[in-house]
Protein backbone atom coordinates (compact mmCIF):
# COMPACT_ATOMS: atom_id res chain seq x y z
CA UNK A 1 0.00 0.00 0.00
CA UNK A 2 2.87 2.37 0.23
CA UNK A 3 4.13 2.02 -2.84
CA UNK A 4 1.17 2.79 -3.98
CA UNK A 5 -0.05 5.65 -1.63
CA UNK A 6 3.48 7.10 -3.07
CA UNK A 7 2.60 6.73 -7.02
CA UNK A 8 -0.99 8.38 -5.89
CA UNK A 9 0.86 11.26 -4.46
CA UNK A 10 2.90 11.92 -7.59
CA UNK A 11 0.24 11.39 -9.43
CA UNK A 12 -1.91 14.32 -7.83
CA UNK A 13 1.36 16.43 -7.97
CA UNK A 14 2.09 15.86 -11.64
CA UNK A 15 -0.96 15.47 -13.21
CA UNK A 16 -3.34 17.28 -10.99
CA UNK A 17 -0.66 20.09 -10.36
CA UNK A 18 -1.67 20.58 -6.92
CA UNK A 19 -0.07 22.89 -4.33
CA UNK A 20 2.14 21.47 -1.73
CA UNK A 21 -0.19 22.37 1.23
CA UNK A 22 -3.06 20.38 -0.74
CA UNK A 23 -1.18 17.46 -1.14
CA UNK A 24 0.40 17.06 2.71
CA UNK A 25 -3.36 16.91 3.35
CA UNK A 26 -3.83 14.28 1.58
CA UNK A 27 -0.37 12.37 2.42
CA UNK A 28 -1.68 12.89 6.07
CA UNK A 29 -5.36 11.57 5.42
CA UNK A 30 -3.83 8.35 3.60
CA UNK A 31 -1.55 7.88 5.94
CA UNK A 32 -3.96 7.72 8.73
CA UNK A 33 -6.21 5.48 6.67
CA UNK A 34 -3.07 3.00 6.10
CA UNK A 35 -2.33 2.80 9.65
CA UNK A 36 -5.35 1.98 10.46
CA UNK A 37 -5.83 -0.73 7.99
CA UNK A 38 -2.86 -2.24 9.07
CA UNK A 39 -3.93 -2.37 12.41
CA UNK A 40 -7.17 -3.79 11.65
CA UNK A 41 -5.38 -6.37 9.67
CA UNK A 42 -7.64 -5.17 6.52
CA UNK A 43 -6.23 -5.66 2.54
CA UNK A 44 -6.82 -2.15 1.31
CA UNK A 45 -7.64 -3.73 -1.78
CA UNK A 46 -9.93 -5.57 -0.96
CA UNK A 47 -11.88 -3.79 1.67
CA UNK A 48 -15.68 -3.12 1.84
CA UNK A 49 -18.41 0.01 2.06
CA UNK A 50 -18.70 -1.46 5.53
CA UNK A 51 -14.93 -0.77 6.34
CA UNK A 52 -14.90 2.80 5.03
CA UNK A 53 -17.89 3.72 6.99
CA UNK A 54 -16.37 2.07 10.33
CA UNK A 55 -13.45 4.00 9.76
CA UNK A 56 -15.20 7.22 9.36
CA UNK A 57 -17.35 6.08 12.84
CA UNK A 58 -13.53 5.58 14.79
CA UNK A 59 -12.85 8.88 13.70
CA UNK A 60 -15.73 10.43 14.94
CA UNK A 61 -15.34 8.33 18.00
CA UNK A 62 -11.68 9.85 19.16
CA UNK A 63 -13.10 13.46 18.26
CA UNK A 64 -12.36 14.60 14.72
CA UNK A 65 -13.81 17.43 13.95
CA UNK A 66 -17.21 16.67 11.19
CA UNK A 67 -14.97 19.05 8.76
CA UNK A 68 -12.13 16.58 9.53
CA UNK A 69 -13.76 13.37 8.69
CA UNK A 70 -15.60 15.19 5.51
CA UNK A 71 -12.09 15.82 3.83
CA UNK A 72 -10.56 12.11 4.81
CA UNK A 73 -13.68 10.69 2.96
CA UNK A 74 -12.53 13.17 0.02
CA UNK A 75 -9.34 11.84 -0.18
CA UNK A 76 -9.85 8.16 0.56
CA UNK A 77 -12.35 8.37 -2.27
CA UNK A 78 -9.53 10.09 -4.55
CA UNK A 79 -6.99 7.68 -3.55
CA UNK A 80 -9.39 4.72 -5.07
CA UNK A 81 -10.62 6.29 -7.85
CA UNK A 82 -7.01 6.15 -8.78
CA UNK A 83 -6.97 2.56 -8.07
CA UNK A 84 -9.91 2.33 -10.30
CA UNK A 85 -8.20 4.41 -12.98
CA UNK A 86 -5.17 2.28 -12.89
CA UNK A 87 -7.44 -1.27 -13.05
CA UNK A 88 -5.68 -2.31 -9.76
CA UNK A 89 -9.45 -2.58 -8.51
CA UNK A 90 -12.91 -3.31 -10.54
CA UNK A 91 -15.10 -1.08 -8.06
CA UNK A 92 -14.62 1.87 -5.61
CA UNK A 93 -15.66 1.12 -2.27
CA UNK A 94 -16.34 4.43 -1.54
CA UNK A 95 -18.60 5.06 -3.84
CA UNK A 96 -22.45 6.11 -2.29
CA UNK A 97 -21.18 6.84 1.26
CA UNK A 98 -22.25 9.86 1.82
CA UNK A 99 -20.09 12.62 3.67
CA UNK A 100 -21.20 13.97 6.75
CA UNK A 101 -22.80 17.76 6.28
CA UNK A 102 -20.53 20.39 7.29
CA UNK A 103 -21.85 23.24 8.57
CA UNK A 104 -20.15 26.42 6.96
CA UNK A 105 -19.14 28.61 9.75
CA UNK A 106 -19.28 32.02 9.54
CA UNK A 107 -15.96 34.31 8.36
CA UNK A 108 -14.47 36.57 10.85
CA UNK A 109 -14.99 39.86 9.52
CA UNK A 110 -13.81 43.04 9.93
CA UNK A 111 -15.47 46.09 9.79
CA UNK A 112 -14.32 49.04 7.28
CA UNK A 113 -13.84 51.17 10.87
CA UNK A 114 -11.32 47.97 12.24
CA UNK A 115 -9.61 47.56 8.80
CA UNK A 116 -8.63 51.56 8.27
CA UNK A 117 -7.33 51.14 12.24
CA UNK A 118 -5.39 48.38 11.37
CA UNK A 119 -4.00 49.49 8.68
CA UNK A 120 -2.93 52.76 10.35
CA UNK A 121 -0.51 51.13 12.67
CA UNK A 122 2.66 50.17 10.26
CA UNK A 123 4.48 53.77 10.22
CA UNK A 124 6.37 54.22 7.76
CA UNK A 125 9.49 55.30 9.81
CA UNK A 126 11.64 52.66 9.13
CA UNK A 127 12.72 49.62 6.82
CA UNK A 128 10.51 47.60 8.72
CA UNK A 129 7.26 49.91 9.57
CA UNK A 130 7.93 50.76 5.38
CA UNK A 131 7.42 47.07 4.29
CA UNK A 132 5.01 46.33 6.72
CA UNK A 133 2.45 49.06 5.57
CA UNK A 134 3.09 47.73 1.85
CA UNK A 135 1.81 44.45 2.98
CA UNK A 136 -1.30 44.82 5.42
CA UNK A 137 -2.34 47.30 2.49
CA UNK A 138 -1.84 45.00 0.16
CA UNK A 139 -3.26 42.01 2.11
CA UNK A 140 -6.43 43.67 1.82
CA UNK A 141 -6.36 45.32 -1.98
CA UNK A 142 -5.50 42.28 -3.10
CA UNK A 143 -7.77 39.74 -0.64
CA UNK A 144 -5.03 36.91 -1.58
CA UNK A 145 -4.34 33.92 0.73
CA UNK A 146 -1.05 34.18 2.79
CA UNK A 147 0.30 31.47 0.96
CA UNK A 148 0.12 33.49 -2.59
CA UNK A 149 1.53 36.66 -0.92
CA UNK A 150 4.74 34.91 0.55
CA UNK A 151 5.14 33.02 -2.42
CA UNK A 152 4.79 36.31 -4.85
CA UNK A 153 7.76 37.45 -6.31
CA UNK A 154 8.69 41.35 -7.26
CA UNK A 155 8.37 40.44 -10.99
CA UNK A 156 4.21 39.36 -10.23
CA UNK A 157 4.11 43.01 -9.51
CA UNK A 158 2.67 45.38 -12.41
CA UNK A 159 2.59 48.51 -10.92
CA UNK A 160 2.40 50.77 -14.24
CA UNK A 161 -0.82 48.56 -14.99
CA UNK A 162 -1.60 48.49 -11.42
CA UNK A 163 -2.15 44.62 -10.62
CA UNK A 164 -0.17 41.66 -9.42
CA UNK A 165 -0.54 38.35 -11.16
CA UNK A 166 -1.37 34.90 -8.77
CA UNK A 167 0.00 32.13 -9.71
CA UNK A 168 -1.52 29.48 -7.98
CA UNK A 169 -0.79 25.57 -9.15
CA UNK A 170 -1.42 25.68 -13.10
CA UNK A 171 -3.88 28.66 -12.68
CA UNK A 172 -3.44 32.08 -13.10
CA UNK A 173 -5.22 35.39 -11.93
CA UNK A 174 -4.75 38.81 -12.29
CA UNK A 175 -5.59 41.44 -9.48
CA UNK A 176 -6.03 44.83 -9.34
CA UNK A 177 -4.84 47.10 -6.97
CA UNK A 178 -6.15 50.30 -5.51
CA UNK A 179 -4.44 53.18 -5.21
CA UNK A 180 -2.86 53.33 -1.75
CA UNK A 181 -1.94 49.56 -2.23
CA UNK A 182 -0.02 50.86 -5.44
CA UNK A 183 1.80 53.84 -3.54
CA UNK A 184 2.50 51.81 -0.39
CA UNK A 185 4.18 49.40 -2.51
CA UNK A 186 6.17 51.91 -4.34
CA UNK A 187 7.71 53.47 -1.10
CA UNK A 188 8.28 49.98 0.14
CA UNK A 189 9.99 48.84 -3.23
CA UNK A 190 12.30 51.76 -3.74
CA UNK A 191 12.73 52.84 0.35
CA UNK A 192 12.88 49.24 2.01
CA UNK A 193 13.30 46.38 0.00
CA UNK A 194 16.91 47.74 -1.85
CA UNK A 195 18.31 47.80 1.84
CA UNK A 196 16.86 44.56 3.06
CA UNK A 197 17.83 41.93 0.74
CA UNK A 198 21.53 40.75 0.93
CA UNK A 199 21.40 39.79 -2.82
CA UNK A 200 20.70 41.29 -6.20
CA UNK A 201 19.02 37.73 -7.15
CA UNK A 202 16.36 37.89 -4.43
CA UNK A 203 13.28 37.14 -6.38
CA UNK A 204 10.86 37.61 -3.16
CA UNK A 205 8.61 40.61 -2.80
CA UNK A 206 8.12 40.71 0.74
CA UNK A 207 11.37 39.75 2.71
CA UNK A 208 11.93 39.36 5.88
CA UNK A 209 14.77 41.22 8.52
CA UNK A 210 17.33 38.99 7.27
CA UNK A 211 16.75 39.92 3.48
CA UNK A 212 14.91 36.38 2.73
CA UNK A 213 11.69 35.37 1.76
CA UNK A 214 9.22 35.79 4.40
CA UNK A 215 7.35 32.70 5.84
CA UNK A 216 3.56 31.94 6.96
CA UNK A 217 4.63 32.41 10.84
CA UNK A 218 6.37 35.96 10.17
CA UNK A 219 3.22 37.35 8.34
CA UNK A 220 0.54 36.01 10.88
CA UNK A 221 2.99 37.66 13.93
CA UNK A 222 3.18 40.71 11.98
CA UNK A 223 -0.42 40.92 11.89
CA UNK A 224 -1.27 39.74 15.56
CA UNK A 225 1.56 42.52 16.75
CA UNK A 226 -0.47 45.29 14.57
CA UNK A 227 -4.08 44.03 15.49
CA UNK A 228 -2.51 44.44 19.41
CA UNK A 229 -1.49 47.96 18.78
CA UNK A 230 -4.60 48.57 17.15
CA UNK A 231 -6.44 47.65 20.22
CA UNK A 232 -9.02 45.22 18.00
CA UNK A 233 -10.76 42.64 20.41
CA UNK A 234 -11.42 40.47 17.11
CA UNK A 235 -8.87 38.02 16.60
CA UNK A 236 -7.46 38.43 13.08
CA UNK A 237 -5.29 36.50 11.08
CA UNK A 238 -4.34 36.85 7.31
CA UNK A 239 -7.40 34.65 6.40
CA UNK A 240 -9.75 37.83 8.06
CA UNK A 241 -8.00 40.02 5.69
CA UNK A 242 -9.31 38.06 2.66
CA UNK A 243 -12.89 37.93 4.16
CA UNK A 244 -13.13 41.59 4.60
CA UNK A 245 -11.88 42.71 1.79
CA UNK A 246 -14.27 40.30 -0.10
CA UNK A 247 -17.32 41.14 2.50
CA UNK A 248 -16.68 45.06 1.96
CA UNK A 249 -16.33 44.26 -2.11
CA UNK A 250 -19.93 42.77 -2.23
CA UNK A 251 -21.21 45.50 0.49
CA UNK A 252 -20.19 48.06 -2.18
CA UNK A 253 -21.96 46.41 -4.77
CA UNK A 254 -19.59 44.57 -6.31
CA UNK A 255 -20.71 41.30 -8.55
CA UNK A 256 -20.24 37.82 -7.10
CA UNK A 257 -18.76 36.42 -9.90
CA UNK A 258 -16.10 39.00 -10.50
CA UNK A 259 -15.37 38.37 -6.31
CA UNK A 260 -15.01 34.69 -6.74
CA UNK A 261 -12.28 35.47 -9.92
CA UNK A 262 -10.43 37.71 -7.50
CA UNK A 263 -10.59 35.09 -4.27
CA UNK A 264 -9.26 32.24 -6.61
CA UNK A 265 -12.29 30.08 -6.02
CA UNK A 266 -12.63 27.44 -8.32
CA UNK A 267 -16.69 27.18 -7.27
CA UNK A 268 -18.99 30.34 -6.12
CA UNK A 269 -20.39 28.32 -3.66
CA UNK A 270 -17.45 29.30 -1.96
CA UNK A 271 -18.04 33.02 -2.63
CA UNK A 272 -21.52 32.53 -1.74
CA UNK A 273 -21.06 32.72 1.99
CA UNK A 274 -20.13 36.44 1.65
CA UNK A 275 -23.65 37.18 0.76
CA UNK A 276 -24.93 36.94 4.39
CA UNK A 277 -22.61 39.95 5.42
CA UNK A 278 -24.91 42.74 2.85
CA UNK A 279 -26.04 45.69 4.02
CA UNK A 280 -29.40 45.84 5.79
CA UNK A 281 -29.69 49.06 3.66
CA UNK A 282 -28.93 47.10 0.13
CA UNK A 283 -31.48 44.35 1.58
CA UNK A 284 -34.41 47.09 2.28
CA UNK A 285 -33.30 48.63 -1.54
CA UNK A 286 -33.79 45.31 -2.86
CA UNK A 287 -37.31 44.69 -1.55
CA UNK A 288 -38.70 47.81 -2.39
CA UNK A 289 -37.34 47.94 -5.53
CA UNK A 290 -37.46 44.35 -7.02
CA UNK A 291 -41.13 43.29 -8.00
CA UNK A 292 -41.21 40.03 -6.85
CA UNK A 293 -39.10 40.67 -3.64
Known amino acids: MEKKIKLFLEFLQKDKKLSDNTLQSYKRDITQYESYINEENLQYLKVTKEDIKNYLENLKNIGKKTSTISRNLASIRSFYQYLVRTKKIKEDPTEGIQSPKVEKRVPNVLTSKEVELLLEQPKAVDLKGIRDKAMLEFAYATGMRVTEI?????????????????????????????????????????????????????????????????????????????????????????????????????????????????LGHSDISSTQVYMQFQDEGLKNIYKKAHPRA
Open 150 to 262: INLNIDDLNLKEGYVSCNNASKQRNIPLGAISINALKEYIKKARPYLIKSEDEKSLFVNINGKRLTRQGFWKIVKFYKEQAHIDKDITPHVLRHSFATHLLQNGADLKAIQVM
